[in-house]
């Protein structure tokens, strides 16, 4: 493995493969800004025309625009508490209102490092640990990848907020949604009202714009008379490589993310999405400062970006070891190989290592651009977004929203949908509802709905496949203790008052 590197490098580092990354990286965090949009999106654009190209300037520019995308979703994020992808979630909890206190560009720069040391740490893993780690995933069958979702949905909505109650509301409500559509057992359609829109289900973007983009634009129209929060001047001043050291605390959070990231990652399915949520939890309950975190803590934002970007190359072992895409980008990236003739499997190792490493390192590089654009260019260019007054920044908020979302599917339905969820959104926040499980709710509900039925079929409707393999033991071990880690922290709470008393 180590000749294929050392041989491949030279080739990778050629002006056109490095142009093709710059380039790509640089598109990918204009994409991955603009909400609605993203890397799936770009790189499906963009297999068309990789035709005639070689294909290591092909994939060099998709492993751009995959990392690219991943650190754009981050800046909307920060500056307009609009996730520009569905991973960057996470980092509208403390980056948001880190941009209200006039601290934008501190937050972006944490968000910048951390996504590079994500996504270099995600590539290593990619590129030494691919063979092992593809045998792990193979370990994981239905019911266990059933009980991962569990898991997964279990932490955010327990742990998310003061109220643990209101978190499982908000799941639920994200459930409901996730079963509109074609069953894919059966076939049959489930709560589309005889309506064809409804038909391959809500789309997650429709829901993440509406949930996460409409609230605040209401509120910009609601308090159009306060003073807009000016990014500029002193707030914008400073080089993100004076800021690094800053930073170093948070090493403790930038492992835990990576690792997260990683193994989320190998999993097929479970997407950026879950890293960031479940390395945002693990984080906030190991911080001394936890009460902190929501109200603009810059660790928040490194464990979001940290794991979501940690979760780009290892989303890639299944996809390039077995040809199991666990992410519609791997996805994408496989069809890519296909174009230019290149099966992936374990194969593809052997059949075209110079292809297969030139990618890995690709992936490693585009990440060291971010350190280099996302963090200079990208955060003064978005920045002077604030500097709008509010009623004109809610009507762009609004046209991006719009714009966006039709262009998903060109179709007005999903524009209408997307307002319906933005007034849902709007009351739930009224009611002090956490947003995040409705979210993860509708990326997991499918996902473990789809593995449960599966596990049954497979064992002829017999249960106890879900709680007599070891791997599912020891998920549900966790997840039960998620279930009493409110219960525990409640009487922990108690008997502080009670001694304090």
């Given at each position: 493995?180590?000749?294929?590197?050392?041989?491949?490098?030279?080739?990778?580092?050629?002006?056109q493969n490095?142009?093709?990354?710059l380039?790509?990286v640089?598109?990918?965090?204009f994409v991955?800004?603009?909400?609605?949009?993203?890397?799936?999106?770009?790189?499906?654009?963009?297999?068309p025309?990789?035709?005639?190209?070689?294909?290591?300037v092909?994939l060099?520019?998709?492993?751009g625009?995959?990392?690219?995308a991943?650190?754009?979703?981050?800046i909307?994020?920060?500056?307009?508490?609009?996730p520009?992808?569905?991973?960057?979630?996470?980092?509208c909890?403390?980056?948001?209102?880190?941009a209200?206190?006039?601290?934008?560009?501190?937050?972006?720069?944490?968000?910048?490092?951390?996504?590079?040391?994500?996504?270099?740490v995600?590539?290593?893993?990619?590129?030494?640990?691919?063979?092992?780690?593809?045998?792990?995933?193979?370990a994981?069958g239905?019911?266990?990848?059933?009980?991962?979702?569990?898991?997964?949905?279990?932490?955010?909505?327990?742990?998310m907020g003061?109220n643990?109650?209101?978190g499982?509301?908000?799941a639920?409500?994200?459930?409901?949604?996730?079963?509109?559509?074609a069953?894919?057992?059966?076939?049959y359609?489930?709560?589309?009202?005889?309506c064809l829109?409804?038909?391959?289900?809500?789309?997650?973007?429709?829901?993440?714009?509406?949930l996460?983009?409409?609230?605040p634009?209401?509120?910009?129209?609601?308090?159009?008379?306060?003073?807009?929060?000016?990014?500029g001047?002193?707030?914008?001043?400073?080089?993100?490589?004076?800021?690094?050291?800053?930073?170093?605390?948070?090493?403790?959070?930038?492992?835990?993310?990576?690792?997260?990231g990683?193994?989320?990652?190998?999993?097929p399915?479970a997407?950026?999405?879950?890293?960031a949520?479940?390395?945002?939890n693990?984080?906030?309950?190991?911080?001394?400062?936890?009460?902190?975190?929501?109200?603009g803590?810059?660790?928040?934002v490194?464990?979001?970006?940290?794991?979501?970007?940690?979760?780009?190359?290892?989303?890639?072992?299944?996809?390039?070891?077995?040809?199991?895409?666990?992410?519609?980008?791997?996805a994408?990236?496989?069809?890519?190989?296909?174009i230019?003739?290149?099966?992936?499997g374990?194969?593809?190792?052997?059949?075209?290592?110079?292809v297969?490493?030139?990618?890995?390192?690709?992936?490693?590089?585009?990440?060291?651009?971010?350190?280099?654009?996302?963090?200079?260019?990208?955060?003064?260019?978005?920045?002077?977004?604030?500097?709008?007054p509010?009623p004109?920044?809610?009507?762009?908020?609004?046209?991006?929203?719009v714009?966006?979302?039709?262009?998903?599917?060109?179709?007005?339905?999903d524009?209408?949908?997307m307002?319906?969820?933005g007034?849902v959104?709007?009351?739930?926040?009224?009611?002090?509802i956490?947003?995040?499980?409705?979210?993860?709710?509708?990326i997991l509900?499918?996902y473990?709905?789809?593995?449960?039925?599966?596990?049954?079929?497979?064992s002829?409707?017999?249960?106890?496949?879900?709680?007599?393999?070891?791997?599912?033991?020891?998920?549900i071990?966790?997840?039960?203790?998620?279930?009493?880690w409110?219960?525990?922290s409640a009487?922990?709470?108690?008997?502080?008052?009670?001694?304090?008393a």
């Open positions: 493995m180590l000749d294929q590197l050392l041989h491949v490098i030279p080739v990778v580092m050629q002006w490095f142009l093709s990354i380039a790509g640089i598109m990918g965090i991955g800004a603009m909400p609605g949009l993203g890397a799936t999106m770009a790189i499906s654009v963009l297999i025309f990789t035709f005639g190209l070689d294909p290591l092909a060099g520019m998709m492993a625009i995959y990392n690219g991943m650190y754009g979703g981050s909307s994020a920060v500056l307009l508490r609009i520009g992808t569905p991973a960057a979630v996470a980092t909890f403390d980056g948001y209102p880190m209200l206190q006039g601290r934008a560009a501190e937050a972006l720069h944490v968000s910048v490092v951390s996504s590079a040391i994500g996504g270099m995600s590539a290593l893993s990619l590129i030494l640990l691919a063979p092992p780690l593809a045998r792990v995933t193979l994981f239905p019911p266990e990848v059933f009980w991962v979702a569990v898991f997964g949905l279990a932490s955010i909505s327990l742990l003061k643990p109650i209101k499982l509301l908000s639920c409500i994200g459930l409901i949604v996730s079963l509109v559509g069953d894919e057992i059966t076939g359609d489930r709560f589309t009202f005889d829109e409804l038909v391959d289900g809500i789309n997650i973007v429709v829901l993440l714009v509406g996460y983009a409409l609230p634009a209401i509120g910009l129209l609601e308090d159009a008379d306060l003073e807009m929060v000016v990014i001047g002193k707030n914008l001043a400073g080089s993100l490589f004076k800021s690094i050291p800053k930073m170093l605390r948070f090493w403790k959070t930038w492992i835990r993310g990576s690792l997260i990683i193994f989320i990652g190998i999993l399915g997407g950026g999405s879950l890293a949520f479940l390395s945002y693990e984080s906030k309950r190991a911080a001394k400062d936890s009460e902190t975190w929501g109200k803590n810059p660790e928040g490194a464990a979001a970006e940290v794991a979501n970007n940690a979760d780009t190359s290892a989303a890639m072992i299944p996809a390039l070891t077995l040809g199991i895409p666990g992410t519609p980008v791997a994408l990236v496989l069809g890519g190989l296909l230019h003739g290149m099966q992936p374990p194969m593809l190792f052997r059949e075209h290592p110079q297969v490493y030139g990618f890995m390192v690709q992936l490693f590089l585009s990440a060291v651009m971010l350190l280099a654009f996302g963090g200079t260019f990208a955060t003064k260019t978005f920045a002077q977004v604030l500097r709008l509010r004109i920044l809610a009507a762009v908020v609004i046209s991006l929203m714009i966006g979302v039709y262009a998903i599917n060109n179709r007005m339905f524009v209408y949908l307002f319906g969820f007034l959104g709007y009351w739930m926040e009224r009611l002090d956490p947003l995040a499980p409705a979210v993860l709710g509708l509900g499918e473990a709905e789809f593995n449960l039925r599966l596990s049954l079929r497979l002829r409707s017999d249960w106890s496949i879900l709680w007599t393999r070891p791997i599912c033991l020891i998920i071990a966790l997840t039960v203790l998620v279930f009493l409110p219960a525990v009487y922990r709470e108690k008997r502080k008052t009670r001694q304090s």
